[in-house]
């Protein structure tokens, strides 16, 4: 379970609190845990002891070692229990507190008996806006792929439509978290406002709800909502609307303590608007270093910014480390990857097609691996970049490698595990200790939505990795997004090196890079972290 996960469970048992009218200090105590928690640079989840960390006591450490071990806070079950409507708390905009006084005033407990309240008129419009989002959209969240192929198509349609307007998608799409709920989309504009809301009405499958600036719609299961400021305040509110609700606060806050007011309309002074038009100008005005939106998940860098000028940018990134040809299970050849690399500029591009014993990827047989190695000798002679020889290689149960019979002729190994047992430490250590691993692919093997990180006691893993210089690959291939952010954040402790890639199978993969790149920056990555091949 990581940091983000046991954040959210802290988070939630803070509102449960409150909505309990238990004493506040509870749900305060609560909510500043869930913050440490989320600020942490290790795996909490490995503690031995959780109140190491600043505002964590006996009594919440508990929770947490209970969180990790059984999956749910007994705390949280009891007074979901209590409120008698958890089955509410899946539909949009109700919460705990909300809950609880559809239970005390109307009986209401269930998705049933809230319809039916619905039609018959009991519960205001944003409650029925809630029922109608639950009802059409899906309630997994999505993959950060799947929700950006219905947020730029929605953006550039828009923006094709209405050149003098600006529009931008915001939330936790554009933090780039790895899954998203809902997509928020902003438009200044001043007097196409009712050209605009008709307009995404029509790009939408189902609307929800429809105001003066603001319309909600369902598109490919998510809900999207757009709303419509003046340009004036175009700044004020895509900070507010990108979130997240941590760093609003705080930014709210340091407003307050030099004699301002901040609010999605703009920053005042003795209620004189001073800065709203960009984000920029905000920042400015308070004194601060601007944040990027992808380091906004906490206050961290507020307090830390010169800590932002050495992390790592696209600037920094020489090549990928890890891509698919036809060779195995891509879709292109190793010269049509070799011509986007020179296109991105880049020094290098690792060809690591799987290996043998991966017959379900068409791994490669001995004889094939000796003719991919020929053929990218004879392609260096014609590019920019340099294509390295390499393989994906798995590693087996027992940590033996099935390398090919030419493995002195690569360049490098890119070490991978697509199995799991009760305990991959062993094997990945002893995978690890060989010569020609330069790189651990996709170190978790999770899978997004799909499969949890594999088990191994990854402070042993991380040691070994930088004892034998051995780079943890940032995979950015959206299903996988593998380490995260917490776990690069680690690793760095234990002084391993990383390598950004994209683990590109078809065309448009290379451009996966972006996302690994946010990972590293979230882990406050910098140039220097990074396994160059060229040294």
Not at 188 to 200: K, S, T, W
């Amino acid at each position: 379970m990581n940091n983000q996960q046991i954040s959210d469970a802290l988070f939630e048992l803070a509102e449960l609190s409150k909505a309990a009218g238990e004493n506040r200090f509870k749900s305060s105590a609560y909510r500043k845990a869930a913050v440490a928690v989320k600020e942490f640079e290790g795996r909490v989840e490995d503690l031995e002891d959780p109140t190491v960390l600043s505002g964590i006591g006996s009594g919440i450490a508990k929770k947490i070692k209970q969180l990790v071990k059984t999956g749910a806070i007994a705390k949280a079950t009891e007074l979901k229990e209590e409120t008698g409507a958890s089955e509410l708390l899946e539909v949009p905009g109700i919460g705990p507190k909300t809950a609880k006084k559809l239970k005390e005033d109307l009986g209401v407990t269930t998705i049933d008996q809230l319809k039916k309240a619905v039609e018959e008129g009991k519960v205001n419009e944003h409650i029925a806006t809630g029922l109608k989002a639950y009802e059409a959209t899906d309630r997994e969240r999505k993959r950060l792929d799947e929700a950006i192929a219905v947020a730029n198509p929605i953006v550039f349609i828009l923006s094709k439509k209405f050149p003098n307007a600006q529009f931008e998608a915001c939330g936790s799409l554009r933090r780039l978290k790895e899954t998203i709920g809902d997509i928020d989309v902003l438009c200044a504009c001043n007097g196409e406002r009712d050209d605009v809301l008709r307009e995404f009405s029509n790009l939408m499958e189902t609307i929800l709800v429809s105001g003066d600036t603001k319309i909600s719609g369902v598109k490919n299961g998510l809900q999207v909502d757009l709303r419509v400021v003046q340009r004036e305040q175009f700044g004020a509110a895509i900070l507010y609307f990108t979130g997240s609700q941590e760093f609003n606060v705080y930014m709210r806050n340091i407003a307050i303590s030099k004699g301002m007011k901040l609010n999605e309309y703009g920053l005042y002074k003795d209620e004189t608007r001073i800065a709203g038009e960009t984000e920029e100008d905000i920042f400015e005005a308070l004194g601060l270093s601007f944040v990027p939106p992808i380091l906004r998940e906490t206050t961290y860098y507020l307090d830390h910014s010169e800590e932002m000028e050495n992390i790592v940018t696209e600037e920094d990134i020489l090549g990928d480390f890890h891509v698919h040809t036809t060779w195995s299970d891509g879709d292109l050849r190793i010269i049509d990857l070799a011509e986007i690399a020179d296109l991105k500029g880049y020094k290098f591009l690792g060809i690591a097609d799987h290996s043998e014993k991966m017959s379900f990827a068409n791994g490669v047989t001995n004889k094939e691996s000796e003719e991919i190695v020929q053929e990218i000798r004879d392609l260096n002679t014609h590019h920019d970049v340099r294509i390295l020889a390499s393989r994906e290689v798995e590693i087996l149960k027992d940590g033996e490698l099935d390398l090919p019979s030419n493995v002195d002729e690569l360049d490098y190994i890119v070490a991978s595990l697509h199995y799991r047992q009760k305990d991959n430490t062993g094997a990945i250590l002893k995978a690890v200790q060989h010569p020609k691993v330069k790189v651990l692919a996709h170190p978790t093997a999770r899978l997004v939505n799909q499969r949890e990180p594999m088990e191994a006691d990854w402070d042993e893993v991380f040691k070994a990795c930088a004892e034998h210089g051995v780079a943890l690959e940032i995979n950015g291939n959206t299903y996988r997004l593998d380490l995260n952010p917490d776990m690069a954040r680690r690793a760095k402790h234990f002084g391993c090196k990383f390598a950004l890639s994209t683990d590109t199978h078809a065309m448009g993969g290379m451009g996966d890079i972006r996302f690994a790149l946010a990972i590293a920056q979230k882990a406050g990555l910098t140039p220097e972290d990074f396994w160059n091949p060229e040294d």
